[in-house]
C-alpha cells in the first residue's frame, strides 16, 4: 500500500516522492537555469505559429503538429483563441484517458491563457513562464496573436552553448 508521498513505478515498485523530480519542480528549475536577458519578445519569437481550429480531431491535429514540426499549436475557437495544446496534451489529456482520435481536439487544450506582449522585455516574459509553470506563450501585438515564444527561444537567446539551447536547436524527429 501506498501513502501520498509514494510514487508507484509501472513495476509496482514503491518510490518516495522527495527520490522523484515533481513535473512543476522541473518547470521552475528549467526557467531559473535561463539567466536574466535583454531584448524584446518580438525579437526571439517564433512568427505566426500555427493554429488549428476547435473541432479539429486529434488526429487531424497530431499530423498538423507533426508536419509543421511544432510541439504546439494554437486552438481557435469562433475566430477567436480559446487555448494551446501540445503534443503531450494529446496524449495525457486525449489518448492516455481513451479520447479516440477522431474526437475535437478543443477540450483537451489549456484554456487559461497567459500571453505576453511582443514589446515585452525577455526577462518579462521568463517571469511569466515561471510564475504560470508554462513553457510557452502566445505573443500579442494590437490585439491578435502574432507569434509564440517558449523556453526554448528564451535559452538559444541566454546561453547557445547551454545543454538546454542544443536541444531546443535540434532537428525535429520525424
Known sequence: MTN???IVSPDNRTEPVSDVLRPEA????????????????????????????YTQTIGETARVMRDAQVGAVLVIND????????DRDLVIRGLADGIAPDSPVGPLCSGDLIGVAAEASLEQAQQLMREHAVRRLPVIAD???VGIVSIGDLAIMAESNSPLAAVSRAEANT
Open 26 to 53: 522541473v518547470a521552475e528549475t528549467v526557467s531559473d537555469l535561463i539567466p536574466p536577458q535583454r531584448g524584446a519578445v518580438r525579437d526571439i519569437m517564433t512568427p505566426a505559429p500555427v493554429g488549428v481550429y
Open 4 to 6: 501520498n508521498d509514494d
Open 143 to 145: 490585439g491578435q496573436v
Open 79 to 86: 475566430g477567436a483563441l480559446a487555448g494551446v495544446v501540445t
